[in-house]
């Protein structure tokens, strides 16, 4: 069995990376991949514990991007994953990456302002000490719980951090086409994480949607997700049939920042996914490479 959809505490994660690799060795757990938000941190203090350990460890990434949607002016968040980056990408793609953590604390200086003018007495050191490598939206949300501002992660982000919500404070994030070229110009492939999310935005006509994905380079799509139930991963699973893409899976553990999801098995242990998932997308990566 295998999770290819984690994070660390190098983003939003609860667990550190050594203890992403100790709990992944205890499940049994064959393959893992650390998919960071906008950073390889989380992988680099992972991989020689990983080694050491004899778990295979997939070195990944979840960007954020902007997607334009057909008939909406206002583009939106769209999550893009990376496998298979080159082993330990070079420094051009780190470089990169860099100016993307900088538009994130931009934004971060921004929405620390955006709150403190609705009357929420927090500052950027406080959220911070949250976040320690990289500050999000998800310390924000747990600083305001702490703070008695708010009852849960989710009313946080519903009354003050959602793309709608009235504290919301827009980044600048690369376009989808430039991440996905990002990826591939790394030695990776990329997936479109939990399409079931994306349909929220766009509940009809996903399929064509997807369609220009892979004419802009995506090689995969997330199958196997926590939030995925049995019909759901049936219809992913056939687009990526029908549209030649790798079949990715994971539970998108986050430890305690998402109790319910378990490392490897999801939610309600609705997820099992064999190793031949990963063989089958280093296959299809060895063979665009």
């Not at 007495?121 to 747990?142: D, N, S, Y």
């Not at 099992?272 to 997308?281: F, K, S």
């Amino acid at each position: 069995m295998i999770d290819l959809h984690t994070h660390s505490d190098a983003s939003d994660g609860s667990y550190t990376p050594a203890q992403l690799v100790e709990e992944s060795v205890a499940l049994g757990l064959e393959a893992v991949a650390i998919c960071d938000h906008d950073t390889l941190a989380g992988y680099d203090q992972a991989a020689p514990l990983a080694l050491d350990a004899g778990l295979d460890l997939v070195c990944a990434i979840e960007l954020s991007t902007k997607l334009q949607f057909q008939h909406q002016p206002r583009k939106k968040t769209a999550h893009l994953l990376g496998y298979f980056l080159g082993g330990v990408p070079g420094g051009g793609f780190r470089s990169w990456l860099e100016s993307v953590q900088e538009s994130r604390r931009d934004r971060n200086r921004r929405l620390v302002a955006k709150l403190q003018s609705l009357g929420l007495a927090i500052t950027l050191e406080e959220v911070q000490r949250i976040g320690k490598t990289l500050t999000g939206r998800p310390h924000f949300a747990k600083l305001l719980v702490r703070k008695g501002y708010v009852s849960t992660i989710q009313e946080a982000f519903d009354a003050y951090l959602d793309e709608s919500a009235k504290g919301y404070v827009d980044r600048h994030e690369p376009s989808f086409s430039e991440g996905v070229a990002r990826i591939i110009e790394a030695g990776g492939l990329p997936s479109l994480p939990h399409p079931v999310r994306l349909l929220k935005h766009k509940p009809s006509g996903f399929e064509p949607l997807l369609g220009e994905m892979v004419d802009q380079g995506l090689s995969g799509i997330e199958v196997y997700h926590s939030e995925h139930g049995p019909e759901q991963t049936a219809e992913y699973l056939g687009l990526a049939q029908r549209h030649g893409l790798a079949a990715t899976g994971g539970s998108d553990f986050h430890g305690d920042a998402k109790p319910s999801v378990k490392l490897g098995t999801g939610v309600g242990g609705n997820l099992a996914i064999p190793r031949e998932v990963l063989d089958r997308m280093r296959d299809l990566h060895s063979r665009r490479t």
